[in-house]
């Protein structure tokens, strides 16, 4: 075949693979987009936990909405914990109060949040590399990523504080690649993604890493700002409420730590965002050495933020969201530091063009894992709608104490918690709470019902702290008091037992 005739081949087949390249992208757009529908129609159909968490968080907000009240002292009612900063508290309080159920109020502004991150992902990675189809890709990566789809629609704090902390890390971003006046911008959302979730440090700390080698100056005024500001506002805060805001977030967040979980959470890493980690281990040497430098210093920050909290008892996947959405960011900044698309579109034999399989691999595993997590939230909604209208008789509104491990059917039915038992367990096993009001007021008949995923008349059936509901001499009590009325099956072996007075 003559040069000329070849040269004209290869431009059309580059534009061809192009054009089937972005087709790509707009199939998977599509059906990101659905599947974000489908997990909103079934978010807002629910009327029952996704986790056992958004029904805590969910009944702290119902009681702040009633009584003003939010952190509680540890050794007195209601025995529970509001472990994290007041500002999701303070929003879903505000729904709540305009009419919303609680559930949906810490849905609808998770939703909300995960949109926007959505959007900065997209807008930080046109940033720094000015490519549109780059920036495509990385809003793709997030959206379509397994544990969004998990998480995006359930009522906890985690989405609302990484969407924060990706809007701080943005506006530095500006003012990195850009040199535009954006750090007052970054500041401001750095602490609002403190005041939503304490442990949101990985941003500021990256910002300021960033900052340092560059401008000394502006470098610790940013940390007077968000470091110094926001440690001023935390303390006024805690003086106002007696120290119950530090004792709340901070000593009863000290859960031991559990090799078990550790290893389960690196596993997790792995299956959910390994495609992530491949692409931005391949590009690390691309990314940082350029003007990308700080991506990576936010990539390890976070990284080291998860390993150092991810073993708590009591932690679930919500702690890898936002290493995660910083991997995205760095994997899409690399594949356009590798010239991914150039060569791919090209027809190159270069080994950068088999990027396109963890890419497509990585998008496809969200799509994997949907319907089964839509179908098992829904078969588990019926099952709880079932079990609620089981509880309700033996569960008022008003009347005397009821301890619950059951916390979906104290938000919908009592619209608060006497006692958190598995938080409540861990810090009387920690020596930080006294059982002994508790136990007194069991023997003394003062709760109306108990309902706990266990039977007391039977050893505890397993080791893990995680699992731990009641010291022994609570358990005796309720032995010595209380009767078993009903039981109540339940999906997974988590059954109800339903203890009333003896003498009622």
């Known amino acids: ?297 936010y990539a390890a920050c976070a990284a080291a933020v998860f390993l150092a909290t991810c073993g708590k008892v009591g932690s679930d996947t919500n702690y890898q969201l936002e290493m995660t959405v910083v991997l995205a960011v760095c994997a899409a900044v690399g594949l356009h530091l590798l010239d991914f698309l150039p060569l791919y579109f090209a027809g190159s034999k270069r080994w950068i063009t088999l990027l396109v399989l963890p890419l497509a691999i990585h998008i496809v595993n969200g799509y994997r894992v949907l319907p089964n997590l839509v179908t098992s939230r829904v078969a588990g909604e019926l099952v709880a709608r079932a079990q609620l209208e089981e509880l309700r008789p033996y569960v008022q509104p008003s009347g005397g104490l009821v301890l619950s491990s059951n916390y979906g059917s104290m938000v919908n039915l009592r619209q608060r918690l006497d006692v958190e038992p598995l938080i409540y367990g861990l810090l009387v096993h920690a020596g930080a709470v006294d059982p002994e009001p508790v136990r007194r007021d069991l023997i003394r008949g003062a709760f109306s019902a108990i309902i706990l995923e266990e039977d007391v008349s039977q050893p505890p059936q397993t080791p893990f702290l995680e699992f731990i509901i009641l010291p022994a001499s609570q358990r005796m009590a309720i032995r010595e008091h209380y009767r078993l009325v009903k039981h109540i099956s339940g999906p997974f072996e988590r059954d109800l037992f339903i203890y009333q007075p003896s003498g009622s």
């Not at 809003?139 to 906890?156: C, H, K």
């Not at 409420?241 to 792995?270: C, I």
């Open 1 to 297: 075949m003559p040069t000329s005739i070849a040269n004209s081949i290869l431009p059309s087949r580059a534009a061809a693979t192009e054009i089937w390249f972005r087709r790509g992208l707009w199939a998977a757009s599509i059906l990101t987009a659905a599947a974000i529908l489908i997990s909103c129609g079934v978010m807002l159909w629910a009327r029952n936990e996704f986790s056992t968490a958004e029904s805590v968080v969910a009944a702290q907000s119902l009681m702040l909405e009633h009584s003003g009240t939010l952190y509680y002292d540890l050794n007195h009612y209601p025995y529970t914990v509001a472990g994290y900063m007041p500002i999701f508290y303070w929003l879903e309080a505000g729904l709540i109060r305009l009419g919303v159920p609680a559930f949906a109020s810490g849905r609808l502004i998770t939703m909300t949040a995960f949109l926007v991150l959505i959007g900065t992902c997209r807008r930080m990675v046109l940033l720094y590399t000015e490519d549109h189809i780059v920036a495509w890709i990385a809003a793709l990566l997030v959206a379509s990523s397994p544990l969004m789809f998990l998480w995006s629609v359930t009522g906890q704090v985690d989405i609302l504080a990484v969407s924060f902390a990706a809007l701080a890390f943005y506006h530095f971003s500006r003012y990195y690649v850009r040199g535009e006046p954006a750090l007052s911008w970054a500041a401001l959302f750095a602490l609002l993604a403190l005041f939503t979730k304490q442990t949101s440090i990985a941003a500021p700390a990256a910002i300021f890493l960033s900052l340092f080698p560059q401008d000394r100056k502006k470098a610790l005024l940013f940390a007077a700002v968000v470091g110094g500001g926001g440690g001023a506002l935390v303390l006024s805060l805690n003086a106002a409420l007696h120290g119950r805001l530090l004792q709340d977030t901070v000593q009863a967040n000290m859960n031991p730590l559990s090799w078990w979980k550790f290893e389960a959470q690196l596993q997790y890493v792995g299956m959910l965002s390994g495609c992530l980690l491949l692409m931005a281990v391949l590009s690390f040497r691309r990314l940082a050495g350029g003007r990308s430098r700080p991506l990576c210093l």
